[in-house]
């Protein structure tokens, strides 16, 4: 768990276009920006310190 529930929560619900790297929610299958179809998830375990 993060420093910040709210933001992780926020992290892991957006989802990445690979065309033009714009914002998306999750469960959308397409890039609403530019309609590309290949999305990736943005990642949450950036900086993990132990
Ligand atoms: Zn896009």
Do not use: H, S
């Amino acid at each position: 768990m993060g420093k910040f529930p709210i933001a992780d929560a926020q992290l892991t619900k957006t989802w990445i276009c690979r065309k033009c790297k714009g914002r998306n929610r999750a469960g959308v299958e397409k890039c609403k920006r530019c309609g590309y179809k290949y999305l990736r998830p943005k990642r949450k375990e950036k900086r993990v310190k132990k």
